[in-house]
């Protein structure tokens, strides 16, 4: 019998036309890191307003030594998962370290931030349960909601209103997972921590909260989203974190009570079935946590930088939006415009990568501006003058460009719910 199934290289080649039709085409680089916030390729060099390496930790020398050390004495990789031989005297240090800055019973470490959503929601929520997040959380919360088989809520972005309905018009029998950002990876916006946390506990519901870009550069001492908002482990039972981001390193970690992480541990699937992290990184992350804790002027380098650039950027027109961290999104619209306002700036010596649907919404493609505490005020200066004249010479009214307000980014109160 003949099938009328697609041959496959047809069907690839008929999806790269519709991706490059849709200005959507990405690609890779083999980017080479400098210091200084810098990135190079082929005898170039760009100041990097694209990387998450908020604190500048990734190439300190303090972590760098560490992760030497670590591989001297542990090996390359860990060789198993946690549960077989993959869990070591770094990782359990790594872990207690961590549990000490942020006020929480235990820790539980991960290779990715990916890994540990997926644990958590798929192992806290199943078919019959509810899971309700903010439309805008990132990829890894919505992907980790539908795989857990629970059902998806989705209420307007930052909109507490939104989120009262959603919790009003549900069940009271089954476990429901209130789910957010700490701070949007696009948007660079806090979540309403406050009163999202105050309506999941009226709601009896669960409030998970991913602080990836967060832990570290806010909050007192730099615990965070959380701490900023003057909340605790009562207020968020289930805190996700990264190590790839403010502490330069890799992986991520989950955060609560001992019967929490001792749940993961038995059910998190994504937790049994992976190779645990190299212990080498693991040493190079509590370095970073030493200097994260040790020198709070890092924290207020970035906080000066991310003035400065509001301010120049206000200097020059730009209309921002109400984004007070590190991550600053100058929202153009079309994928076009954005990809050659990029290209301008890279011409000038900057690397501010484009970031388009379907990473953001449609219409909304923007040069998402990732500060450093790496970063120079002549950089700041410099970077603001050529994306002006980036946009002036595509046309562009920096007017009317810049970060999406919090809260109004989708309809007021538009229902998803998926399977």
């Not at 870009?213 to 730099?222: C, D, K, M, Q, V």
């Not at 959380?226 to 970690?253: E, H």
Request: with cysteine; glycine share 12%; proline share 5%.
């Amino acid at each position: 019998m003949v099938t009328k199934r697609p041959e496959l290289g047809a069907w690839l080649a008929r999806r790269a036309h519709e991706r490059r039709a849709a200005r959507r085409e990405r690609s890779r680089r083999a980017l080479e890191p400098r210091p200084g916030a810098r990135v190079a390729r082929d005898g170039r060099e760009w100041v990097d307003f694209s990387s998450n390496d908020y604190l500048g930790l990734a190439r300190h020398p303090e972590v760098v030594s560490a992760l030497a050390r670590g591989a001297a004495r542990w090996g390359a990789g860990s060789g198993a998962s946690a549960l077989v031989t993959g869990y070591g005297p770094a990782h359990r240090a790594l872990e207690e370290a961590l549990a000490d800055f942020l006020g929480r019973e235990r820790v539980l470490l991960f290779s990715s931030g990916w890994l540990a959503n997926l644990a958590v929601a798929a192992s806290l929520a199943g078919r019959g349960d509810t899971i309700v997040q903010d439309r805008l959380c990132h990829a890894s919360l919505i992907d980790a909601a539908r795989l857990s088989g629970a059902r998806l809520v989705r209420h307007a972005h930052a909109d507490t209103a939104s989120l009262a309905r959603r919790l009003d018009a549900l069940g009271d029998e089954r476990p429901c997972l209130v789910v957010t950002d700490g701070v949007f990876s696009m948007d660079g916006d806090l979540a309403p921590l406050g009163e999202t946390a105050r309506l999941a506990a009226q709601a009896g519901a669960w409030l998970v909260v991913d602080d990836a870009h967060g832990i570290g550069t806010l909050g007192p001492g730099g615990r965070g989203a959380v701490a900023a908002a003057g909340l605790g482990p009562g207020d968020v039972p289930v805190l996700v974190g990264t190590l790839g981001k403010a502490f330069g390193a890799a992986g991520a970690f989950v955060a609560g009570g001992a019967d929490l992480v001792e749940h993961l541990v038995n059910e998190g699937r994504s937790y049994l079935f992976t190779t645990a992290p190299p212990p080498a990184v693991a040493e190079a992350a509590r370095a970073a946590l030493r200097i994260v804790r040790g020198e709070p002027e890092r924290r207020e380098a970035l906080a000066r930088n991310i003035a400065a650039f509001r301010r120049a950027a206000r200097r020059e027109g730009l209309c921002l939006g109400g984004s007070e961290s590190a991550i600053q999104p100058v929202v153009v619209g079309a994928s076009g415009t954005a990809l050659a306002v990029a290209a301008r700036l890279e011409d000038a010596g900057f690397l501010a990568v484009p970031i388009r649907p379907p990473t953001v919404p449609r219409g909304t493609a923007r040069l998402r501006i990732a500060l450093s505490a790496a970063h120079r005020a002549a950089d700041i200066e410099a970077l603001v003058d050529a994306l002006a004249g980036a946009l002036a010479a595509e046309g562009v009214d920096p007017r009317s460009v810049g970060g999406r307000p919090a809260g109004r980014g989708t309809p007021a109160d538009a229902a998803e719910a998926t399977p």
